[in-house]
């Protein structure tokens, strides 16, 4: 059975000035592997390509069915390493799905408590989730940026506590 792809996930924008108090605000690990949405026991590039059928999520495909719900997240390497696709496409290198956030209009502190009740517990499981962190105080951003340097992420991704979820694009953007 085949199932539609359900739409380009949330593109990342500008932050606005000023930000405010940092205690209304998450940071997430931002990933460094390829982008992914899945759900309905499929899983597709941001570009909407079906990549179910890699040796990777061999027999993990029912894993990915979360009902009517898609997630956004990221395909990673296992160990720490930097993603090489080709050797991961073929089965050689071993891959994680990241979850990072539910694919629905709702306020972020919403989404996060679904993110956490719709992946499986056991350490086997093909989907892990970066949960992200309520700031205290904007001084601690570069000590966190430089952890999530030296875990081999992107960098910071920083969500604003209430904002909802949109499918496609930001009208602010860097």
């Known amino acids: 059975m085949t199932h539609e792809f359900p739409g380009h996930p949330m593109v990342a924008g500008g932050l606005p000035e000023p930000l405010g108090d940092c205690t209304r605000w998450l940071a ?4 460094s592997g390829l982008p992914v949405v899945f759900g309905k026991g499929r899983i597709w590039t941001n570009a909407g390509t079906d990549i179910t059928a890699w040796p990777c999520f061999k027999g993990a495909a029912e894993r990915f069915d979360f009902g009517d719900l898609f997630l956004s997240g990221s395909i990673e390497a296992v160990g720490g390493e930097l993603i090489n ?36 517990e056991d350490a086997d499981a093909p989907v892990a989730v970066l949960a992200p962190v309520i700031l205290d105080t904007w001084s601690h951003l570069p000590k966190l940026l430089s952890l999530c340097w030296a875990m081999n992420f992107e960098g910071l991704i920083l969500k604003p506590l209430g904002s909802r979820y949109t499918v496609g694009g930001s009208e602010v953007h860097l």
């Open 28 to 31: 997430q690990p931002a990933t």
């Open 85 to 120: 696709l080709p050797r991961i496409m073929s089965g050689e290198d071993a891959a994680a799905v990241v979850a990072t956030d539910v694919m629905i209009d709702e306020p972020l502190e919403i989404r996060l408590q679904l993110l956490l009740t719709l992946l499986p």
